[in-house]
């Protein structure tokens, strides 16, 4: 594991949400890293942070009556006048209570300033190579590839159908040499993405495409980020990020299939 | 149960906010004022550690809502990834990446914050 593979997981790995083998790696790389070590005291700090010092809203006594009122255990309470019930609460209603706390309080950060801005800053594309690649690399994890394995454009496309707003063209190149092997959802550029896999000897591909209407067509330009190649281009108001560690000649020749 | 809990409120609290607040909810972030051109949240360890609880909520607000939402329901309600997932109806690869996203973006903030208030104080303001 190298540090453009480490980084985009540490969040996963102080999460505990790495599956064995990328646990372990995990910890290999981190201990002889200096870099990876300090992203992930990075991490550490912040999530102490969030956890000291983040507003947490605690739901008022009313909505806990009412919630109470309608939970079976506030329901038996209420229809059979038991005070004492209300005095020392069952596991039950203490539980219903704790739930609507957290829900309460989720409910109050969600609704808590949210702003919007729109300018774009003068490195778009850079930001955006630096989350396709991330994207791509959290992609190649145990089980994260797909969410629906399929050879077949015709089971992958309809898959899309009610999962996003915009229907992904999918084609299958097996005869050209890289077989379609799938298509999951990602979240690439404030937005859920359509991320359609493909596979050529043993690299995979990742392909996202998202709608740009108001961009025209343009030519397919090349990036190289952390031995990652990344082609991109926008076509027929798609835009298409495409990214793989395979080499910039079939790159180039994968993005002709994708654009013929 | 409690993911059920709060897809409910969450499906509720969207709902609300979508006549009331359209405009927030087309959230986009501005990457070119909060990110800077290398994204080195490593070396910010430091100063993030340093940020007051007004910059914290200030920080959070800041952050896209799906963003923010991931964030909550990992830090403050402990949810595993696929229990948030079940919550904002997204699958765990999608939280997974709104997480990382969140927390570069809240440290990049949070540094800009800090790195501010510090030159204020400097200048005596």
Redesign the interface.
């Known amino acids: 594991m190298n540090c453009a593979e480490s980084k ?1 997981l540490v ?2 790995y102080i ?1 505990g ?1 790495l599956d064995a083998v990328h646990n372990l790696e995990m910890e290999r790389h981190i201990a002889g890293c200096p ?1 990876c070590a ?2 992930q ?3 550490l ?3 102490s ?3 000291e ?4 809203f605690r739901a008022p006594e009313t909505l806990r009556a009412r919630v109470n009122a309608i939970t079976s255990a506030g329901h038996a309470a209420v229809r059979t006048g038991d005070t004492t019930a209300e005095r020392q609460p069952s596991p039950t209603k203490r539980l219903a209570w704790n ?2 706390g ?6 109050l ?16 594309e ?2 955006l190579a ?2 396709v690649e ?2 791509h690399v ?2 190649l994890m145990a089980n ?1 590839l797909m ?1 629906v394995p399929s050879t077949d454009q015709h089971t992958v496309k309809p898959w899309f159908h009610g999962k996003l707003d915009f229907a992904p063209p999918v084609n299958d190149f097996a005869s050209d040499g890289f077989p379609l092997t799938g298509g ?5 550029h ?1 937005q ?1 993405v359509a991320a359609l896999v493909y596979q050529r000897r043993q690299h995979p591909i990742n392909v996202f495409v998202w709608p740009a209407p108001a961009e025209k067509d343009s030519d397919v330009r090349e990036i190289t980020r952390d031995g990652y190649n990344i082609l991109h281009w926008t076509r027929g108001g798609m835009t298409y990020w495409v990214v793989s560690d395979l080499a910039l000649d079939e790159m180039r020749q994968f993005a002709n299939l994708l654009r013929r | ?2 993911s059920w ?2 897809a ?3 499906n ?3 709902s ?2 979508r006549p009331n ?1 359209r ?11 909060h ?1 800077p ?1 290398n ?1 080195t ?5 430091l100063l ?2 340093e ?3 007004e910059m ?2 200030r920080a ?3 952050l ?3 963003f ?2 991931a ?7 402990g949810l ?2 696929k229990e948030i997932g079940d919550v904002a109806g ?5 939280v ?6 969140a ?1 570069t973006r ?2 990049v903030i ?1 540094a800009a914050d800090s790195g501010k208030e510090a030159a204020d104080e400097l200048r005596g303001k």
């Open positions: 985009p969040g996963s999460d949400e870099s300090a992203t005291q990075s991490a700090t912040l999530r942070l969030i956890r010092k983040a507003p947490y739930w609507m957290a829900a309460a309080a989720f409910a950060v969600l609704v808590m300033g949210l702003r919007v801005s729109n300018l774009w800053g003068p490195s778009q850079n930001l630096g989350e991330s994207a959290r992609s994260h969410d999951r959802l990602d979240y690439v404030g859920t | 149960m409690r809990l709060l409910i409120v969450r509720t609290c969207y609300w906010l607040r405009q927030d909810l087309a959230v986009e972030f501005d990457e070119g004022t990110t051109e994204e949240p490593d070396a910010e360890g993030i550690a940020a007051s609880r914290l909520t959070l607000e800041e896209p809502a799906e923010r939402e964030l909550v329901l990992r830090e403050l309600e595993s990834y997204v699958p765990v690869g999608t997974m990446s709104r997480l990382a996203r927390r809240l440290a949070l």
